[in-house]
């Protein structure tokens, strides 16, 4: 997420119109979703422009949320592999990451499997001490606050969020301290290409 950019703002009933159109029965084909004035449309050919999403039923997800949607914000990583929708309503985000192919997890995009095999050597335990449920993380505090490079820091705040201690909000375009129930010992299970590497 931290890598993705901003591809498209979009009009609220554009896309309630856009979601009637996409039927409810699986289809694991791969679609490029490509702007159309402050709406979208589909393509089956790849367009720069556009955002590739495969299994594009799940899109259907967002119709109960985007009722109450003040904006729609559509981001993607530059390989095109995962995109996220971004849904403002009021006070309150709502945002559905999807990797572009339905039958693909996160584990391979972006530097997760980098940032945790490179985890031994970095200095975890001192940056995530110095989390206190922040909404937005500034990594240069951080860095100077463990006397750490900021792309050091960056990995550990990587590793933390394959730990379910961080997240990043596209909106700030920020790291957020949080705490999922993970059992933290078996994180390295639960990457198995890192496990067999």
Known sequence: ????????????I????????????????????VPLGKGVRFSKNADPS???????????MLREVLLFADTVD????????????CIKAGGVSFSLTLTAESNRGFSGEGQAL???ANAEQLKIAS???LLKWQSSIDATELAQACEMDNRKVLNILGVLGSR?????????????HREMPFDLDSVADMHPR???A
């Open 74 to 85: 559509v981001f993607a990583h530059p390989d095109g592999e995962a995109s996220e929708w």
């Open 1 to 12: 997420q931290s890598q993705m950019e901003k591809r498209m703002s979009l009009d609220k």
């Open 164 to 176: 379910g201690l961080v997240g990043f909000d596209l909106q700030q375009n920020a790291y957020f």
């Open 194 to 196: 890192l496990k067999n």
């Open 14 to 33: 554009d896309v309630m119109r856009f979601l009637r159109s996409i039927p409810s029965a699986a289809n694991h084909s791969n679609f490029w979703l």
């Open 127 to 129: 940056v995530r001490a």
């Open 50 to 60: 556009g955002v590739k999403v495969g299994g594009i039923q799940r899109l259907l």
């Open 114 to 116: 980098f940032d945790i």
